[in-house]
């Protein structure tokens, strides 16, 4: 078993070597070769992997922030953009364009605040704790309401309403689902080149104690939902 895990290692490595862009900032170019680390990390996740402190999404969970009562509650999310003139603030907007990416608030705001960051553009931090390339062009926060219903965590057990993601799918997983997330996978890792780790958090690329960034949901495509508010990274991070 050991001898296939390392032959197949082996050859997802090579392909992505050779497939792989160039991943470097003007500040840091050095960058590249730990995020590139990353994403090869991030291919074959093992039990060692599974982080059984996840954010679950349920009305008990009092570090959330919930709008609303009963068909009609909803609770904040935050997702990372490049695309402002999508989330009108203050206005309903149904998520057309696709699946949404998001964390649970105020998660980004508590971790900068215990880690701040070290000045200057501060999107390059956020890329780290968020398992995004470095050179990424998204450069806004927004907040929005949405029904838990409309989540679900990016894993082989996408429930949200515990704290830990398994490797494998469920027994009653819908096909349709197995075909989303094998689908991603293949995305994530030579298209996207992104380190998804398939289990529930995102993957921060450049935190020598642990890979454990925060706990991430997804938003279905053609929710309906509620823009609270819009910042630019460094503004929402002043707040």
């Known amino acids: 078993m050991k001898i296939r895990r390392s032959a197949l290692f082996l050859v997802l490595l090579s392909v992505l ?6 991943y470097t900032t003007i500040n840091c170019p050095g960058y590249d070769f730990f995020y590139r ?3 090869f990390n991030a291919m074959l996740p093992d039990g060692g992997d599974v982080y059984n402190n996840l954010t679950p999404i349920v009305e008990s969970n009092n ?14 999310v935050v997702a990372w953009t490049k695309y402002p003139s999508s989330y009108p603030i203050g206005q309903n907007i149904k998520t057309s364009w696709g699946d949404t990416w998001v964390t649970a608030y105020p998660e980004v705001k508590n971790y900068f605040t215990t880690h701040p960051t070290s000045g200057g553009d501060p999107r390059l931090e956020v890329a780290q704790l968020l398992g995004l390339p470095p050179d990424t062009n998204n450069s806004y926060f927004v907040e929005l309401w949405v029904k838990p219903v409309d989540l679900f965590r ?3 057990d996408n429930e949200i309403n ?4 398994q490797l494998y799918f469920p027994d009653n997983t819908d096909i349709s689902y197995k075909i989303w997330f094998l689908n991603n996978t293949r995305s994530s890792y030579f298209v996207k080149r992104v380190p998804w780790t398939r289990l529930g958090y995102t993957y921060h690329w450049e935190n020598p104690e642990s890979k454990v960034g925060l706990s991430e949901f997804v938003i279905r495509k053609n929710s309906e939902v509620t823009v609270k508010s819009l ?9």
């Open 17 to 22: 070597v050779l497939t792989a862009g160039v």
């Open 37 to 39: 680390g990353a994403v």
């Open 63 to 76: 570090n959330l922030s919930w709008q609303g009562e009963g068909a009609d509650k909803r609770v904040l």
């Open 154 to 156: 990016p894993s082989a």
């Open 162 to 165: 515990d704290t830990v993601a």
């Open 231 to 239: 910042s630019s990274t460094s503004d929402y991070l002043k707040q």
